[in-house]
């Protein structure tokens, strides 16, 4: 018990760090939303980068740190595009902070959509607009690392046939090739190789190729149906069905001191959704794995 006592009060500590170090970077990247007027797009690379985030109004007044965080990257993307819904902003422009108007002169791209397609607003737009594109998907609540983008393309351009990714879990498999409970995969994991059962969580960074999606991916109807609020899921089974494996970065840090949380934003948070038993992650993968009849396709592979 005392070395449990320890152990809570020791993640308490680092939690507390964690805490400290985001508020430290939010008012660093607040002062330079305000004073710099360096552009935060644009590279000498051969390919296109794309960075694509949505947000709603319970974060719409924070957003702009992160977006501040991406415009200070090391490798900077050719496109940051923040996708906005009209029914959660019908004011448009007239709804947004200041300190995110005024990154429109430093190359932020605020594009307003009629639907509401929650979290898929920031990848379905996006594939449908640059389809020749490296689209990069982020959420809007992180402070993200400088290295952040350069860590993902540099992982592309050795193995330019896998979807790289910041943050994953490894998915288990019982020895019946049966897919074990979200509870009980291996969190946030580093692996050596691709694999079809890394599954890819989008709060670090994503980065998706032209082809790695099956045809069904922007398939409005049945991501609503089968997997609402859960884009996670959905675009693991659709690269899935394509038989694309993923892999983490080679990062020896550990996800939260790299991704950073902006304080207060997780008041808001589809996370515990997602965590639900009735209608949560697993809910939500039997679901899109039936009806795509993907289980075949980890078959063998709960133990790689």
Same mark, same amino acid.
């Given at each position: ?65 992160? *977006? ?18 009209? +029914? ?74 896998? *979807? ?54 922007? +398939? ?31 990062? *020896?840090?550990?996800? +939260? ?27 939500? *993968? ?19």
């Amino acid at each position: 018990m005392f070395k449990s006592l320890k152990n809570k009060r020791a993640q308490k500590k680092l939690e507390e760090l964690f805490r400290y170090k985001s508020m430290a970077m939010a008012l660093n990247y607040q002062q330079l939303a305000l004073s710099s007027d360096r552009s935060g797009v644009g590279n000498k690379k051969s390919h296109d980068i794309v960075v694509s985030l949505t947000s709603y109004p319970a974060r719409i007044n924070e957003v702009f740190l992160t *977006i501040e965080s991406l415009f200070q990257q090391s490798l900077r993307a050719d496109r940051v595009v923040l996708w906005l819904s009209e +029914k959660n902003f019908p004011s448009l422009y007239g709804d947004l902070p200041e300190a995110l108007l005024n990154q429109q002169e430093r190359g932020l791209e605020i594009e307003f959509v009629a639907e509401d397609f929650g979290p898929y607003k920031k990848i379905i737009y996006s594939l449908e607009k640059y389809p020749d594109s490296l689209i990069v998907t982020v959420d809007d609540d992180i402070l993200y690392p400088v290295d952040t983008i350069d860590q993902l393309y540099r992982s592309y351009l050795k193995e330019p046939n896998v *979807i790289h990714c910041h943050r994953a879990h490894r998915m288990k498999l019982t020895d019946n090739d049966e897919l074990l409970p979200y509870s009980e995969w291996d969190m946030s994991v580093q692996a050596e190789e691709p694999s079809l059962n890394i599954f890819p969580t989008g709060n670090g960074g994503i980065l998706y190729f032209p082809g790695c999606f099956d045809c069904d991916v922007l +398939k409005r109807d049945l991501f609503l149906s089968l997997a609402e609020n859960a884009d996670d899921v959905w675009l693991k089974a659709m690269t899935l069905k394509n038989n694309v494996a993923c892999k983490p970065v080679n990062d *020896i840090r550990h996800w +939260k001191s790299k991704l950073l949380m902006i304080e207060g934003s997780q008041l808001d948070s589809l996370t515990k959704i997602n965590k639900s038993k009735s209608d949560g992650n697993d809910y939500k *993968i039997r679901a899109v794995f039936d009806h795509y009849k993907l289980w075949s396709n980890l078959k063998g592979s709960h133990g790689k």
